[in-house]
């Protein structure tokens, strides 16, 4: 089945600054990714994703890049903000109806210092 | 729209105890899920159902029961309930199964002593 490996677990930047995340995923046939923050004590809510057929998505300060080829893909957050501070998961999953599991990385806690 | 609702939110079982862990969606949702997270390990699937009437295993469903009780609600059981079984759990529903947004309940930490 799909594995799906996160890093960093933990990153710490300063207010204003970038942060990047990244993910690999190991099958091929995976078509759609997307990301999920968590605020202490609450599910995950999606903030972005992407398809296979698309190689960047922006959406205000976040964005995703995907590369088939490496089988990896990266979130983007710039001019961060204390609100940005949250847990972070990417997922990957085969969109083939009847037969599909969204698989999730491990996380990223993200901490932005003002 | 309350979304999905999980009940209870907060649980402490003794080992060898059983309960049900409740789930509802008010969004007309096809699919649901079942997931638990632990410390460093992510979100892991327990079981998921495309569709009424229909339940599969996920990555981790060795515990653990689920029941599609109609459109709406999805429940997960623990016959007999083991300290490994601490975590976070969540419940998840999306329109159908593809390029969906997953919508997740506010989860239920569930101690087992």
């Known amino acids: 089945g799909e594995n799906v490996e996160q890093h960093p677990s933990t990153l710490s930047v300063q207010e204003g600054d970038s942060a990047v995340i990244k993910c690999t995923y190991s099958d091929s046939a995976s078509n759609y990714f997307p990301w999920y923050k968590q605020e202490l004590g609450k599910g995950p809510q999606l903030i972005i994703d992407?398809?296979?057929?698309?190689g960047e998505k922006k959406d205000q300060r976040i964005a995703v890049t995907l590369n088939k080829t490496a089988k990896h893909f990266s979130l983007h957050i710039t001019e961060t903000q204390p609100e940005d501070s949250a847990v972070y998961f990417c997922a990957a999953t085969i969109s083939n109806f009847g037969n599909e599991k969204l698989t999730f990385g491990t996380g990223t806690r993200l901490t932005i210092i003002p | 729209n309350a979304g999905v609702t999980q009940t209870p939110k907060f649980q402490v079982l003794k080992t060898g105890q059983s309960m049900t862990l409740q789930c509802a969606q008010d969004m007309n949702h096809n699919s649901m899920y079942w997931y638990r997270q632990d410390p460093g390990m992510g979100l892991r699937l327990i079981y998921y159902s495309a569709s009424e009437g229909t339940t599969d295993k996920g990555e981790v469903p060795n515990g653990y029961n689920v029941s599609r009780l109609n459109k709406r609600e999805f429940s997960l059981r623990l016959e007999s309930a083991a300290p490994s079984q601490t975590s976070v759990y969540f419940c998840a529903s999306r329109p159908r199964q593809g390029i969906t947004e997953a919508f997740f309940g506010q989860g239920t930490r569930l101690t087992v002593v």
């Open positions: 992407i398809r296979s057929n698309v």
